[in-house]
């Protein structure tokens, strides 16, 4: 899903966020703190890169997969025969310059017409093996990706509710799309790129070495050494500038889409210009970020020029003096410029791909802290699905806190029998909506149980759990789909008519029929075209179709006008027929006909019966009725 657009900054996602990773600060020694906290960054960045790898090396070679492994053979194989074609073919321009010249001997009988032929030739077969090397090698990339992208998706759903209540909207997507982006990018050219590259050096070295004399080989040793020396150190300065671009860019998306998602606060505060301000504040450091790495780039470039030049220029000033002396021919003049250019190429690339390879190193060391983050709720081994035989729930002592300094149920001890209906009721913050929660285990409880027929929900697979708990929660969100898919979500498979007859039952067809697409109509980014309380009956259509044995209305009726409300209840109590179902309600009118009411107050359980009960009782049930109905009578 996307909103905005693509600038500076890159691409706005939506719906998922970015976790922020830090490394831990270690003591630091007499060198002084700032010394000593770059050389745990450091040694941090190298235990991450080499993590990365080793996480990598099964995409690339994956044991369950030979066609994986025949791929990666061929492609290699293909890349050596490309090599040996790239090397020799300088060798095949000597011949056609000395033919032309009249000096040496005549090459391969083919004469200057016939060498020229076949150095265009072999300049067309290296080209060749390597367009066919990359496409041998396309489906293994390509299907790396696609694993590893689902893989962290499924992982993030994964992730407990304490996670995605705790995230940032807009910043996960960059850690993914970067991530995927460096897994491509290291796979690519980690194979194609460094490793030719030192393959055709060690063979440029051998030929000078074996056809000129040592000195050449001695210029061209020392030449590359400086040049990849310098690239490194210039580049590990770049990788830290583009670190901090990335996270300026991080920090703009990030404010863009807060700003985004809360339109309609923006306007009633009116504050655009303040927000505005704020995402240029964000794009600001963004734009330093950014020239310093524009800066440090020409630094580089300036620089590999120097390097490459220089040691080409030593290399022709000897064969120049070899020609001069009549060692050499002009053919063997030639051919060493060709050397020097053939490997001036790649070398001048190796910066970037140094600097991307690491770049691509840290967005995946990123993305796989993302794969290891823990999953709070877990599946026990061998779990069984939860299997019902009629729905009775049960907390037993339970006791749960978001945070354990703060406890928010104390010891709630509670019974839903079978087919029945308990109504949840309290002041805000008493605990209702957490028992909710407990219940399709969102979270586990710290102390005590809760069972469903007798089993314990941490004993049970999460699926089978879901499967048999529908939930209408208190602020239904939508899918920026059409309300027929909104609907059919829930269940797989829903046809047409299932669609309809669920939004009969949350009296919401009649209203579709009336709109001009129907069924077809588009609810638009979380639903914001439909009313708030179009949009809870077509979450309760939603969860009417699934038809689960155990129903949890958290507020369900909230967003609803009185009549609405009304229709709704009536629904909501045919749909919970031979059902156990969970009313979870801050207005008391709503639950008067439930079988049980319970009251909670400040995480306790201080009172329970039924309607007439609590009120003849004259406690904290009858305050808040008789509350809620003078309320009422004054509105």
Avoid at 339 to 357: C, K, S
Avoid at 606 to 615: I, S, Y
């Amino acid at each position: 899903m996307r909103v905005g657009t693509k600038g500076a900054a890159g691409s706005w996602a939506l719906a998922i966020s970015r976790p922020r990773f830090y490394i831990p600060y270690l003591r630091p020694n007499a060198k002084g703190p700032d010394q000593m906290n770059q050389t745990d960054v450091a040694a941090a960045e190298k235990r991450s890169a080499v993590r990365t790898i080793r996480k990598v090396v099964p995409y690339l070679w994956p044991k369950d997969l030979p066609w994986v492994r025949r791929r990666v053979v061929g492609a290699l194989l293909i890349l050596i025969l490309a090599k040996l074609v790239t090397v020799l073919t300088p060798v095949l321009y000597k011949g056609a310059v000395d033919a032309l010249a009249g000096e040496g001997a005549p090459m391969l009988a083919l004469g200057a017409v016939g060498l020229t032929l076949a150095y265009g030739l072999a300049r067309l077969m290296s080209n060749g093996f390597q367009q066919l090397r990359d496409a041998v090698f396309a489906a293994v990339g390509q299907r790396a990706l696609r694993k590893l992208a689902l893989e962290t998706f499924q992982h993030i759903h994964r992730l407990s509710m304490r996670y995605h209540i705790t995230r940032k909207t807009g910043g996960l997507s960059r850690i993914i799309e970067r991530g995927v982006k460096g897994v491509d990018f290291l796979l690519r050219f980690l194979l194609f790129s460094i490793g030719p590259l030192v393959l055709e050096l060690v063979m440029v070295a051998g030929i000078f070495f074996f056809l000129f004399d040592a000195r050449y080989l001695a210029a061209v040793v020392v030449t590359i050494a400086l040049y990849v020396w310098f690239t490194f150190k210039v580049t590990e300065w770049r990788v830290k500038l583009r670190r901090e671009m990335n996270d300026q860019d991080t920090d703009a998306n990030q404010k863009a889409i807060d700003s985004l998602l809360n339109f309609e606060t923006v306007k009633y505060f009116g504050a655009e210009e303040r927000e505005a301000a704020r995402y240029d504040a964000a794009m600001r450091g963004y734009e330093r970020a950014a020239l310093l790495t524009s800066y440090s780039l020409a630094a580089l470039n300036f620089g590999q020029a120097f390097l490459i030049t220089s040691g080409l220029v030593a290399v022709m000033v000897m064969a120049a003096m070899g020609v001069q002396d009549g060692t050499l021919t002009v053919g063997d003049f030639v051919m060493v410029n060709a050397y020097m250019i053939q490997i001036t190429m790649p070398l001048n690339f190796l910066g970037t791909v140094y600097r991307e390879i690491r770049q691509a190193l840290v967005d995946m060391g990123e993305m796989f802290d993302l794969l290891e983050q823990p999953s709070e709720v877990k599946d026990k081994p061998g779990a069984a699905p939860v299997a019902i035989t009629g729905g009775e729930i049960a907390l037993e002592d339970v006791r749960f806190g978001y945070d354990p300094k703060r406890e928010i149920l104390k010891g709630v001890n509670l019974t839903v029998p079978a087919g029945h209906t308990v109504a949840i009721v309290g002041a805000t913050g008493s605990g209702k909506s957490t028992i909710g929660r407990l219940l399709f285990r969102f979270y586990d409880v710290t102390h005590g149980a809760l069972r469903i027929d007798g089993q314990d929900v941490r004993d049970v697979t999460q699926k089978s759990l879901h499967d048999v708990i529908g939930v209408v929660p208190q602020d239904t969100v939508l899918f920026n789909d059409t309300i027929r898919y909104n609907i059919a979500y829930g269940r797989d498979g829903a046809t047409q008519d299932d669609v309809e007859a669920a939004a009969r039952a949350a009296q919401i067809h009649d209203f579709i029929e009336t709109l001009p697409e129907g069924y077809d109509t588009a609810v638009g980014e979380r639903g914001l075209k439909l009313s708030g309380g179009e949009k809870q009956r077509v979450g309760i259509a939603r969860t009417l179709l699934k038809n689960p044995p155990i129903l949890l209305l958290d507020e369900a009726t909230s967003a609803l006008d009185s009549q609405t409300e009304h229709d709704i209840q009536s629904a909501l109590r045919r749909a919970g027929k031979g059902r156990t179902v969970i009313t979870i309600a801050h207005r008391l009118s709503t639950v008067a006909e439930a079988d049980q009411i319970v009251v909670l107050d400040a995480g306790e359980v201080v009172e329970r019966g039924t309607h007439d009960e609590l009120l003849d009782r004259g406690g904290r049930y009858a305050h808040l009725w008789h509350r809620q109905q003078s309320d009422d009578f004054a509105a």
